[in-house]
Every structure is written in C-alpha cells, then in structure tokens.
C-alpha cells in the first residue's frame, strides 16, 4: 500500500510511535525513526523494521526545536530522496492537578507536543510543496474532545493540535497535501501502564468496547490515511477508541 | 546583471503562475496582475532561493509585491 513512499514518524522509538513505524514500513514505506532520548529503543525500531526486510534509520532530534525539525526532515530526505509522510506522533506528559501544575510542566508539554507538530509541519511543508504531494498525520487524544482532571497541559496541547490540523489541513489543500489527525483513546503502551486499576476500571465502563485499544490499531489507520487511497480526506479528526467518543 | 536576473525571473514566473512573458513586467504585482495568491507568493519565493542560491528572510519575503520588487532585492543582494 505504500511502497516507494517515505515517512518520518516523530516520536518513533516506543509505544504507539513504534507500532506506526513498523506498520508503515510493512506497507512498504522507508521510515525515519526519529527518538528524543532514547536511543537504544529507536534502534530496536530500527532493527525491527529491517527484520521485515524494510529500510530505515533512527535521526536523534527535539521537536520543540524548529532547528531540530529542520534537521530531521533534511535527514529524511538525504537519506531517501523525498519526504511523503510526516507522523507527528511525539509526545509526553506531566500531569498534576491544576492547582499543583508548575509552570515549567504546562511549558514543556505545550512545546513538544502542540509546537513540535507547528514545528515539523513547517519544516515538512517545502518538500511537500515542492512535490506536490504529502500526507501529514496528527496524533491527538480523546481527552483533546473531552477534557481530562490532571491534564491540562496535555488536554489543552491536544485540543490545539485539532485546531491545526484543519488550519493546516485548509492551507495545504491546493498543494494536494492532506492533514488529518487519529485520536487515540486509551491504548496499552508505557505511558497508560502508569495509571491505577482503580482507574482503569472506571475507564473500561467509558468505553462501549470494554476494553484497551492497542498500539497497531493506531497504526493501522496511519497506515490508510497515508496511502493513496485516503487522497479524497483532508481535515478530518478521527478516533480509534472502542466508542468512548461519539 | 539586472537584465540577466529579470530574465530568469521571468521565466521562473511563468512556468509557477502560467502567465505569458509579455505580461511579466517590472511594475507587474503577482497578486494583481499575475494572478497569484499568498501561497505561490511562498512557493515564488522558494524557487527563487533555489535558482539564485541564496536565503530570502521571511520578513524580507512579506516585502515582496511586484517583479521589481524581486529584481532589486537579488541585484542588492547577490
């Protein structure tokens, strides 16, 4: 479904990141791994991509720095000649309730994960310009539509990565670049391990289908949004999160 | 030189805007005379950092309205 094409999936080393890499390059896209941190983990993405006869590389770089996006999309298209894909799936967070939220959490939050898609977006809009195709992938989160106690940073950062989607998704149309954004609602992976059983079960009556989703039912979406057959959809939010919103 | 540069200018406009050479002029707007809107206005710019090697700031971008405009800013600025 996407041989040829060349994706860049920030935040790619672990958790949903990773499900979308390996899912994207058993379609038969090159990909470009790129890691804050931790390096060993974009290697094993690495590794396990190559396992499945695919071609990748893992590029180090912050996406709160524009500098950094500018890198990381030069990488890409150095290494395979052209960018088609641009998954902006980075992402952390610092919850804490309101009142005990410190400035530093609300801005660190807000960087990576609302300024880093402005970032990479910029970044990857000349080569899709250029090319006169593109597809770029926001991750959000149901908490994004409905609102999360103990997240406001990442709820709000989430919202507004909606808002610029459909900016974006408006502002790019002419160039046959489609924007569109996959929230997520509660998948199994490093960051949702951190949560009680308490809370879980109190979760598990939110969703209609009972249960976690899991990181490939992310990636799988990523994977049709961008291939060709999804050329006709641009702006468009969806959810993969077993019915809790509707 | 300049007339070098309006030439190359000129062609690059009318391959990007699909416009006839005859209407490329120096006191021609791209917004209202060559038809562009504020993203070809972009992507003008882009290519000619391409063919001119050379980096136009965005502020300086924002500045840009007619073909002069262009000539002028790479005459001063090669």
Redesign the interface.
Known sequence: MLSGKVALVTGGSRGIGRAICLELAKQGAKIVVNYAGSQGAAEETVNGIKALGGDAIAVQGDVASYEDAEKMVAATVEAFGRIDILVNNAGITRDNLLMRMKEEDWDAVINTNLKGVFNCTKAVS?PM??QRSGRIINITSVVGQIGNPGQANYVSAKAGVIGLTKSNAK?LA??NITVNAIAPGYIETEMTDKLGDEIKTKLFEAIPLGRMGQPEDIANLVAFLGSDKAAYITGQIMNVDGGMVM | MSTDIFARVTNIIVERLGVEEGQVKLESSFKEDLGADSLDVVELVMELEDEFDMEISDEDAEKINTVGDVVTYITSNK
Do not use: D
Request: proline letters at 0%; aromatic letters at 0%.
């Open positions: 000349r310009m250029k502002e002419s160039r």
